[in-house]
């Protein structure tokens, strides 16, 4: 098995494409290690010391490194972890569910928007931010403000709020007219 890795633009983080599906559909996020309890392949990857984050997609894995700890001396051990999942045959996810990585529903007034919006998000930028290991789902519309939760890479990356401003805002607002500003969610 060979495991390619790419950086992303969040240097604390780093894609891991190990050239097979991680997941059939979805995402999955797991931002501390109490969290990766139904992912054997996360819980795996968190075992690495140093590390802060695991980020599944279909066909990665991003990882995000504590402040202190250096790529040259984690990476060797991150191959490892997810290379010893794969050949364990133990599945990514336990659950039936499979991954979320959806977006929030959203009931009111505003539900045509919402579906334009939500599809914009899959067609245009979420393949986008993939690519660079991470993910962007729709949280909520109020009075003209989308938020967005990120995820993977996107989150706590130096150029997310650019991202944000500059190309998801300006995107929805080009093509509907009632969204006036995006915002990021925790």
């Known amino acids: 098995m060979f495991i390619q890795t790419e950086t992303t633009p969040n240097p604390a983080t780093l894609k891991f494409l190990p050239g097979q599906t991680v997941l059939d559909s979805g995402t999955a996020d797991f931002p501390t290690p109490d969290a990766a309890g139904d992912s054997p392949l996360a819980q795996r990857i968190f075992g690495v010391e140093g590390t802060t984050g695991v980020f599944l997609g279909n066909d990665f894995v991003t990882v995000t490194k504590a402040e202190g700890a250096e790529w ?24 039936d569910g499979q991954a979320a990585g959806g977006h929030a529903a959203h009931d009111g007034p505003d539900g045509e928007i919402v579906v334009q919006i939500k599809e914009l998000l899959d067609t245009r930028v979420r393949p986008a931010v993939a690519q660079d290991g991470g993910d962007i789902t729709f949280h909520g519309f109020d009075r003209g403000v989308v938020y967005l939760h990120m995820q993977g890479a996107c989150a706590g990356c130096p150029s997310s709020t650019l991202t944000l401003k500059m190309g998801i805002e300006n995107l929805l607002r080009h093509y509907i007219p009632e969204v006036v500003e995006v915002r990021p969610v925790a």
């Not at 490892?80 to 794969?86: L, N, Y």
Request: charged fraction near 10%.
């Open 72 to 95: 040259d001396h984690i990476k060797p051990a991150i191959l490892g972890a997810i290379m010893e999942h794969f050949q364990s045959g133990q599945p990514v996810m336990t659950t």
